[in-house]
């Protein structure tokens, strides 16, 4: 039986601007739904279970389920947690970071999660390196490592911590 993931971001605020981003990164198709959006099912009376909320809501407007394809097999989900505008910094991810966890080198990581990034060749990778260390913080350069013939991570402008690495074989 096959399985397959899809990793969903809750944000608090920035959804729309993360999934944005990550389109700009990786390509792909980018669709957006607001919570105040009515289902274009609910107009022909089959009922979806989904109730759209006042246009004049505060989080009407916020994404309630977003998500980038890319043609590369890039996907990735997010959405904006209700009630939550503000209680986060910048409006990121709405998990509160971990207890510290010293690692090597020195690094310290205090994130709830990793998103695993695998491409074929540094080649692969370089670019989306690029494109999510932008506006980022770098934890450790994306090259060889004592571990693995390549390895990094960073933090995105959203707070989304993503560790590369080379597919098996790759």
């Known amino acids: 039986m096959p399985v397959s993931t899809l990793t969903h971001l809750n944000f ?45 809501h505060p989080d009407a407007g916020r994404v309630a389920f977003g998500m980038v394809v890319a043609e590369n097999g890039f996907r990735i989900a997010a959405y904006d947690v209700l009630g939550t505008a503000g209680t986060s910094p910048a409006g990121n ?17 205090t994130e709830p999660f990793f998103v695993l990034l695998n491409g074929d060749s540094l080649d692969e990778l370089t670019p989306l390196w690029n494109g999510l260390s ?3 913080t770098v934890i450790a350069d994306l090259g060889p490592a004592p571990f693995a013939p390549v390895y990094g991570m ?17």
């Open 154 to 170: 960073v933090t995105d402008r959203f707070g989304v911590t993503w560790v590369f690495g080379l597919t098996q074989g790759g």
């Open 93 to 109: 991810i709405a998990a509160p970071p971990g207890p510290a966890a010293p690692r090597a080198r020195g690094v310290t990581h």
């Open 12 to 56: 608090t605020g920035n959804a729309r601007l993360a999934l944005e981003f990550y389109q700009s990164v990786f390509g792909g198709h980018l669709m957006i739904m607001e919570h105040g959006a009515q289902l274009e099912s609910q107009t022909d009376g089959r009922d979806t279970g989904y109730v759209p909320m006042a246009a004049d």
């Open 134 to 136: 932008q506006g980022g």
